[in-house]
């Protein structure tokens, strides 16, 4: 495996395909970036939970799914990369699938969702959208 230029890019991509392969959790190399999406992840109702593991140095997502072994989780998207950083202010936060999903925000106070963002009247950097 080569070197992950995007951690998150990574991390999001992980838990789209154990959703996809209904597997009960998923290791992603661990960071605060990701501690936080993690977070907004669980509060949101999109995983079980979340904690570490190898002394550390990963993060075991704990996928939810409903009562006929769907994906709670329908879709994660990396909207700001390496390449082509995505900023908004605070009167342009997205909302995703018109307020069905949520976008991630990282701002100068931390990371959150879009409507958390629009209520401190902040922006940042869109780092993706969940629905």
Do not use: C
Request: charged letters at 25%; proline letters at 3%.
């Amino acid at each position: 495996m080569g070197v992950v230029t995007d951690g998150i890019a990574d991390m999001l991509t992980r838990i789209r395909n154990a959703a996809e392969a209904r597997h009960t959790s998923v290791d992603v190399p661990v960071s605060n970036m990701k501690r936080q999406i993690a977070k907004i992840l669980h509060d949101e109702g999109y995983i079980r939970g979340f904690q570490l593991v190898d002394r550390g140095t990963s993060l075991r997502i704990r996928l939810k799914y409903t009562e006929y072994r769907e994906p709670v989780l329908n879709g994660l998207k990396r909207i700001s990369k390496p390449g082509r950083r995505v900023y908004v202010g605070k009167g342009e936060l997205p909302r995703v699938l018109g307020g069905l999903g949520v976008a991630i925000i990282s701002t100068s106070r931390g990371v959150m969702t879009a409507r958390d963002a629009r209520k401190r009247g902040i922006g940042g950097e869109v780092i993706g959208y969940i629905w």
